[in-house]
C-alpha cells in the first residue's frame, strides 16, 4: 500500500554481541552472545511496523540501537538515508528530537520524586526549548490532554496514578518534542487487558493525528494486529519474516511465526466489533467518534 | 453440612465479604461472592485490577488476616470453614489441602536459595517424617513432573538461572509438593510471554487432570481462561457480575461489562485493522462504590433506574446455570449483543456522564480538543 514511501528509519545487517562472563571476581570472558544478529530492516515514511518476538529474541535491542539508545557491534543505522550509527554530540541530540521511545514499564521509566508536569517538561530542558514558565505550562497541559489525561495531572507524582494513567505520562513525555519517530517497546504488556486496549486505541489515534511513524514491539501477534501495517518477526536475533498485516495472518510463510500465532489464545463465540471503523490507513476522519 | 447443593464441590466460598480498614475509610474489596468447584474442574475469574479477585483468593487462603480485615461469609475446603480455622489448623491445610501459585515467581522465590530446596521445604513442611534424601527424590519428581527438562540438574539452580516460565513451573512445582485438593492460581502466566503462557496453561490443565484437582483460575484476561476454564465467574468492585459454564459464557455473554472485556481483548479471527473498544474510565472506588449498578458510570447501555437500583446475580430464563447482575431486559442484551458481533452496528458510541472517581483516563478521544 505505501511500498513507494521512501524509508524514514532503516538499519543494514545490523549485529550486537554481548560479553558472556563468568565469575564475580575475576571475571572470565567466556565468549559472545549475539543479541541481534544480521538483521536490515526498512522503517517506512507513515507507517506502523511491528516487531514481534519472544523474550531474548533481540528485538528491543534492535529498537535501542535504531534509536542510538545502544552501540551496535557491526552494521549501519540510517535516518532519512543518513548513516547515524556513531553520530554524537549536537547530531545526535537533533536525532534525538525527531525519535522517542515509550517504554514498558511506566512505573520504572518515571522519576517518583518529580511531578507528572516536570516529567514531561523534561524534554523542554534536556534541549533547552520553551524556555518561558507559562509557555511550558501551556505545552504540558496540551500534552495531557492529547494523551487523555486530565491537565490537573500536572501536579500529581507517578504513585498517584494508575498503571494506565502512568503509560500515558509516558507517552505524553515521548511526544512532547514533536518527533517524527515513535517506538513502543512493549507499551501494554504490564497493563490489564481493558487498558491495554485503551494505550492501543491511543496510540492508534496520536498517530493518525501527529503522522508519526510508529514500531510496536510485542511478545504477541494479537496486539499488533490491530495497530500495524506490517509485521517483522523476530527469533534469536534473527529476522524471520516480515510482512504486510493482513498477509502475515492469513498465509504465514515460517514455521516460527505459525508457532506465534498458535499461541494467541483462541476465543470462542463471535469477533465483537467486527467492522472496523475505517481502513487503518486511511486519512485522518475528521470527526471520528471512536 | 449445608453444602447440600454440590456436595462434590471441593472448594466452595458462600457469601464471602472482605473488607479492609483504612485510614480513607471501609475498602470493600469483596462484597457478597459466592461459588464451588468440583474436583478435576476449573473456574476462571476474570476481571480488572482492583476487582477484588486477587483478595477473594488470599482470603481463602488465610492470608489477608488482621486487624484492620473484617472478613464474613464461609470458605469450605471439603465441608471445613477455612475463615473459622485456627491458625495452627490453616498452616497444616495450606499447601497442603490447597495451594496457590502467585504472578510473579522471581519475587516469590527466595533469590538466595536453591530451587529445589525452596520445593523440599515444602515436601518436609507438611510430612515431618520425611528425609532428606526422600524430600530430594521427591523435589526432582516435581520439577520432573511439571515437565523442567534435566529436573536431576535443574534442582540445584538458584531462580535468577531459570528463565521466567521455568521459574514459573518450579512454583507450579512447589505448589503441588503434597497432592493439593484445591489450587489457586492468581495471574499464573501474566508476566509470560504468549508462548511461554500457552505451554504453562497446558501444563496446568495437564496437572488438573492428571490429579483431579479442583482449579481455580484468577486473570485479567478473558482469553487465558477461554481454553482452560469449565465455568468463568466475572467480577466487578467486589462483586460476580456474571457467571456461566464457559461455552455458554463466550457464545452468549450477557453482561455490559463482559462485553467490554470481550472487545478489549486482541484477537486473531476480528478483521484486520478492527478497532479494539476499550471501557471508558475506571474500575471505582470501593470506599464509596456508585449508587445503583456498579458498573453504571461506565455503561453504554445505562437508563436513569440503573443510577438507583441495585442489580442481583440472577439465572436466565431457561439457562439456570447462566446468572448475571443486570437490569437491562434479556431480549434487549441479547439484540445488543448480536448488534456487537455482527459488525453492523458498530459501536454505539460509549458515552459515559463523566467518569465518577477523580482524574480517571477515560477513553483518549473523551477529552481530545478537536
Not at chain 2, 538461572?161 to 521459574?167: D, P, T, V
Request: glycine share 8%; charged share 20%.
Amino acid at each position: 500500500m505505501t511500498a513507494v514511501a521512501p524509508p524514514l528509519a532503516a538499519v543494514e545487517q545490523l549485529v550486537k554481541r554481548f560479553p558472556l562472563t563468568r565469575g564475580v571476581l575475576v571475571r572470565r570472558r567466556l565468549g559472545d552472545v549475539p543479541a541481534v544478529d544480521g538483521v536490515t530492516l526498512e522503517v517506512r515514511e507513515g507507517e506502523s511496523l511491528g516487531i514481534v518476538g519472544e523474550t531474548g529474541s533481540g528485538k528491543s535491542t534492535l529498537a535501542r540501537m535504531l534509536l542510538n539508545l545502544l552501540e551496535p557491534t557491526s552494521g549501519v543505522v540510517r535516518y532519512r538515508g543518513e548513516n547515524v550509527t556513531h553520530a554524537r554530540g549536537d547530531a545526535l541530540a537533533k536525532l534525538r528530537r525527531k525519535r522517542q521511545m515509550v517504554f514498558q514499564d511506566p512505573a520504572g521509566s518515571l522519576n517518583p520524586r518529580k511531578t507528572v508536569g516536570a516529567a514531561i517538561a523534561d524534554p523542554f530542558s534536556i534541549h533547552g526549548l520553551l524556555l518561558e514558565r507559562a509557555a511550558r505550562a501551556r505545552r504540558v497541559s496540551e500534552l495531557l490532554e492529547l494523551v487523555g489525561l486530565e491537565a490537573a495531572l500536572a501536579n500529581r507524582y507517578p504513585h498517584e496514578l494508575s498503571g494506565g494513567m502512568r503509560q500515558r505520562v509516558g507517552i505524553a513525555r515521548a511526544i512532547a518534542l514533536g518527533p517524527e519517530l515513535l517506538v513502543a517497546d512493549e507499551p501494554v504488556s504490564a497493563l490489564d487487558v481493558s487498558i491495554q486496549a485503551q494505550i492501543l486505541t491511543l496510540l492508534r489515534e496520536l498517530r493518525r493525528e501527529l503522522g508519526l511513524t510508529l514500531v510496536l514491539i510485542a511478545h504477541d501477534l494479537a496486539v499488533v494486529r490491530h495497530v500495524c501495517d506490517r509485521v517483522a518477526v523476530m527469533h534469536e536475533g534473527k529476522l524471520v519474516e516480515v510482512a504486510p498485516v493482513e498477509e502475515l495472518y492469513r498465509a504465514p510463510r515460517e514455521n516460527y511465526t505459525r508457532e506465534l500465532l498458535a499461541a494467541v489464545p483462541r476465543i470462542p463465540g463471535l469477533a465483537p466489533g467486527a467492522a472496523p471503523a475505517g481502513p487503518q490507513s486511511s486519512p485522518p476522519s475528521s470527526s471520528s467518534s471512536t | 453440612m449445608s453444602a447440600e447443593a454440590q456436595p462434590a464441590a471441593a472448594l466452595r466460598v458462600e457469601d464471602l465479604r472482605v473488607a479492609f480498614d483504612t485510614r480513607d475509610g471501609l475498602v470493600q474489596a469483596v462484597d457478597g461472592i459466592s461459588y464451588s468447584v468440583a474436583p478435576g474442574r476449573t473456574l476462571g475469574i476474570v476481571g480488572e485490577s482492583g476487582s477484588g479477585k486477587t483478595v477473594a483468593a488470599m482470603t481463602a487462603m488465610g492470608l489477608t488476616r488482621g486487624a484492620r480485615t473484617r472478613v464474613s461469609g464461609r470458605v469450605l475446603l471439603d465441608g471445613e470453614d477455612l475463615l473459622a480455622a485456627s491458625p495452627a489448623r490453616l498452616q497444616a491445610l495450606r499447601g497442603d489441602a490447597i495451594a496457590m501459585v502467585f504472578q510473579d515467581p522471581l519475587s516469590a522465590l527466595h533469590p538466595l536459595l536453591r530451587v529445589g530446596h525452596q520445593i523440599e521445604e515444602a515436601v518436609r513442611a507438611h510430612g515431618s517424617e520425611v528425609s532428606r534424601a526422600a524430600g530430594r527424590a521427591r523435589a526432582v519428581e516435581l520439577l520432573e513432573l511439571v515437565a523442567i527438562p534435566n529436573a536431576a540438574q535443574r534442582i540445584d539452580a538458584y531462580p535468577h538461572e531459570l528463565s521466567g516460565g521455568m521459574r514459573q513451573r518450579a512454583m507450579i512445582a512447589m505448589a503441588l509438593a503434597n497432592n493439593p485438593r484445591v489450587l489457586i492460581a492468581d495471574e499464573p502466566t501474566t508476566a509470560l510471554d504468549v508462548t511461554v503462557q500457552a505451554q504453562i496453561l497446558a501444563l496446568l490443565r495437564r496437572l488438573r487432570d492428571a490429579l483431579g484437582m479442583a482449579m481455580v483460575l484468577i486473570t485479567h484476561d478473558l482469553g487465558v481462561v477461554a481454553e482452560t476454564a469449565d465455568e468463568v465467574a466475572v467480577m466487578y468492585a467486589g462483586r460476580i457480575v456474571e457467571h456461566a459454564p464457559a461455552a455458554e459464557l463466550f457464545a452468549s455473554p450477557q453482561h455490559p461489562y463482559t462485553w467490554g472485556l470481550l472487545r478489549s481483548v486482541p484477537r486473531l479471527d476480528a478483521p484486520v485493522g478492527a478497532e479494539l473498544v476499550p471501557i471508558p474510565g475506571r474500575p471505582p472506588s470501593l470506599i464509596d462504590p456508585p449508587s445503583g449498578c456498579r458498573f453504571h458510570p461506565r455503561c453504554a447501555y445505562v437508563r436513569d433506574r440503573h443510577r438507583m437500583v441495585d442489580p442481583a446475580l440472577e439465572s436466565l430464563a431457561g439457562v439456570p446455570s447462566h446468572r448475571v447482575a443486570c437490569l437491562l431486559p434479556e431480549t434487549e442484551r441479547r439484540a445488543i449483543w448480536a448488534g456487537l458481533t455482527s459488525g453492523a452496528a458498530a459501536s454505539p458510541v460509549v458515552a459515559p456522564e463523566s467518569p465518577s472517581s477523580g482524574p480517571a483516563a477515560g477513553p483518549a478521544s473523551a477529552e481530545r480538543p478537536a
